[in-house]
């Protein structure tokens, strides 16, 4: 025999106590097989049965013996089931058949009564959010493209690297500073914005803040989810002015300044930006 | 039996030699499953992914991409481009390296490779000439991202790392801008260092910094060129591995509109 421990047996036998209306004693004893056990007799007083229609319980199987009486009878009940009482599922099946009374004998003895809770309705527990994408293979659909792409930015840029040189004026000389003294291009936009105005606005502050931490900060300040152009005119306006502004001062400090920073025009007095000495001749 | 004409018999020949060699040891050792390089590739969707999947390179794609996203005038390839210059100025760069020293004999070292070395003037200008197009590429990435919406939930994080990269983009161009250390180099250096000593309250720490001095030496020299080959370098690298990560994780390419 197994050897249940004491504990776990305690416990059980504690709640069979309960169970049976018995001592703990008894019930330890009957568990023990050292008495014999209490037979349950009383039928559950209430009993919960969510498939069966309700028609039944409203009527004692006896009632079925005499077919179709009256107005409390179940079997119109079946057609239409009593109030409070939510059972779509096959109403007939287990209601008493009038035509077939040998079927009462199997009713159930005992006064149920009983009552739907709810009704369940059968889905998923997670649900399924994504959409099919429709997608291609990326070898070959995208990686052969992009071999193409890369090999035709190779060819250019052997290719301008062939046909220009890359500048070199005479060596460095702190003592001479050349007129105009350019950034790189890519600087010479602010350069430019520098000429006009204090360079700590123009140096500094818009660089710094408007260039770095608004550009930054921008996907958290333009909050429109909208990704079409034409649901998001002013970001796009916003964008498209600053890459105007940014070329048009980029290109006069480029071409248009000459010494002293002064106005220059390119086809008359010549290019003063000397990254682009071998680039583009005028006599 | 059926007499093959000589083309039917070379060509026969030649199928059995490649299977042979394709599906031998060797190859068999360095592709991995899927391959089109090993015997018995056939364009099949399985084969397909392993392409992708079992390659330590082209690992950075996923197996399948939106389709709108292979279409060439959605992207115009920017951001690969970008990366592809990267690589294309490493390259360049690692090999002048070998000729050239950030003393005051830069400038002689750079008329040296140009004028002695063999392709010298070719790579220094694929060198340069790359630098100015990576800036172009990558600010143009930039705008095509921006008029894309692409920067939106759930890529806004990303967006600041490609600023950041921007901004790591041109100061590898500007600490190169000096190298060679002629006329050109020095004074545009010098402008883009004073702009730095506008800076409120840490202007002159920050010129300082830059220039290693009060103005634009041998010592300023030294530190872009270091700056230029290993601490910019090593700083982009990370952010472009963060940035290429996120485009994964934040669902592939953007779009379409």
């Known amino acids: ?176 500073t050349p007129n105009p003294a ?26 710094l803040v408007l260039g770095l931490v608004v550009w930054m900060a921008f996907p958290y300040i333009d909050r429109n989810p909208e990704t079409h152009p034409s649901k998001r005119k002013f970001a796009i306006m916003f964008y498209t002015f600053f890459l105007a502004g940014a070329g048009v001062l980029t290109i006069i400090g480029v071409l248009f300044r000459g010494p002293g920073w002064n106005w220059t025009y390119p086809w008359i007095d010549g290019i003063w930006f000397d990254d682009l000495l071998d680039w583009i001749h005028f006599e | 039996m059926q007499k093959l004409s000589l083309r039917d018999r070379i060509k026969e020949a030649r199928v059995s030699a490649g299977d042979s060699f394709r599906g031998g040891k060797l190859m068999s050792s360095i592709f991995r499953p899927g391959s089109p390089f090993r015997k018995g590739y056939v364009d099949s969707p399985r084969n397909r992914s392993y392409v992708v999947m079992n390659n330590v390179l082209y690992h950075l794609h996923p197996v399948k991409v939106k389709r709108h996203g292979v279409r060439l005038s959605y992207t115009l390839c920017l951001g690969g481009l970008s990366f592809f210059l990267f690589i294309v100025l490493t390259i360049t760069g690692i090999w002048l390296m070998f000729y050239f020293r950030p003393t005051e004999l830069a400038y002689v070292d750079i008329q040296t490779l140009q004028t002695s070395i063999a392709f010298g003037s070719l790579v220094r200008n694929m060198h340069r000439w790359g630098a100015h197009l990576m800036v172009l590429v990558v600010f143009l990435h930039m705008s095509r991202v921006f008029y894309h919406g692409a920067y939106k939930a759930p890529r806004e ?21 000096l190298l060679p250390w002629d006329q050109l180099a020095i004074w545009a250096v010098t402008v883009g260092g004073n702009m730095a000593g506008y800076t409120p309250v840490i202007g002159a720490q920050a010129k300082f910094g830059l220039f290693a001095g009060l103005e634009a030496t041998t010592a300023t020299l030294l530190r872009f060129y270091v700056l230029h080959v290993l601490f910019l370098p090593f700083i982009i690298v990370i952010f472009m591995a963060v940035h290429f990560w996120r485009v994964r994780k934040d669902g592939g390419i953007s779009g379409p509109l």
């Open chain 1, 182 to 207: 350019k950034a790189p291009w890519y600087f010479l936009g602010l350069q430019e914005l520098l000429s006009y105005w204090d360079p700590q606005i123009a140096g500094v502050m818009i660089p």
């Open chain 1, 1 to 176: 025999m197994v050897n249940i421990p004491e504990h776990l047996l305690q416990r059980s036998a504690e709640a069979r106590a309960k169970a049976l209306g018995i001592s703990v004693e008894q019930a330890l004893a009957e568990m023990k097989g050292e008495s014999d056990p209490t037979v349950i007799s009383k039928e559950p007083e209430v009993k919960i049965i969510d498939e069966t229609p309700a028609p039944a319980a409203e009527t004692p199987a006896p009632a079925a013996e005499t077919p179709a009486p009256a107005a409390e009878t179940p079997a119109p009940a079946a057609e239409t089931p009593a109030p409070a009482v939510k059972v779509e599922e096959k109403p007939a099946a287990k209601a008493p058949d009038t035509d077939a009374p040998d079927e009462v004998d199997f009713a159930p003895e005992v006064k149920v009564t009983q009552r739907l809770l709810t009704v369940v309705k059968a889905k998923p527990i997670q649900k399924s959010v994504s959409e099919p994408v429709d997608k291609v293979n990326t070898w070959p659909h995208l990686m052969l493209p992009e071999f193409v792409a890369l090999m035709a930015m190779t060819a250019f840029l052997i290719f301008l690297s062939a046909i220009l040189q890359a500048p070199l004026l005479e060596e460095a000389n702190p003592n001479v």
């Open chain 2, 157 to 177: 994080f990303n967006w600041v790392i490609g600023v950041i990269l921007l901004l790591l983009t041109l100061l590898l161009s500007f600490t190169g801008y």
